[in-house]
């Protein structure tokens, strides 16, 4: 999972254009069990932050957002993440790889949306 904080402030400490990779294995077949058991892995943070930041990052991103799915974390590495962003693509550079992400529209040639959903990190995609 991939978050690219856009617009954030926690406890007045600005996060804007911060990367926040999570990579980790889940290993169960179902939604229900990653729900009930989680996946374990690894988070990798944009090494363009503050010492203040950091230590917000230190452990926001195991009890927000990714620490839904992500129960184990084996750590928190600051690495240099690229991000090339165009308006049909996005294109991720990381430590141990890339990966190119391309935007799906829909019929009437605009992005599809993901709306009303019951995951509050997906309430509006």
Known sequence: MVFRIQEEKVNDIGLSGITVIYCGDIPHPTFQELMEIGSEGGIYIDDNTTQE???????????????VFMR???GIRYAKIGVEDNSTSIHIKMPHGEMKQYLTKGLDGNPVRIENQVLPILRDL
Request: aromatic content about 6%.
């Open 53 to 67: 930041q950091r230590d917000l990052l230190d452990t926001l991103p195991v009890n927000s957002h990714g620490g």
């Open 72 to 74: 184990k974390v084996f």
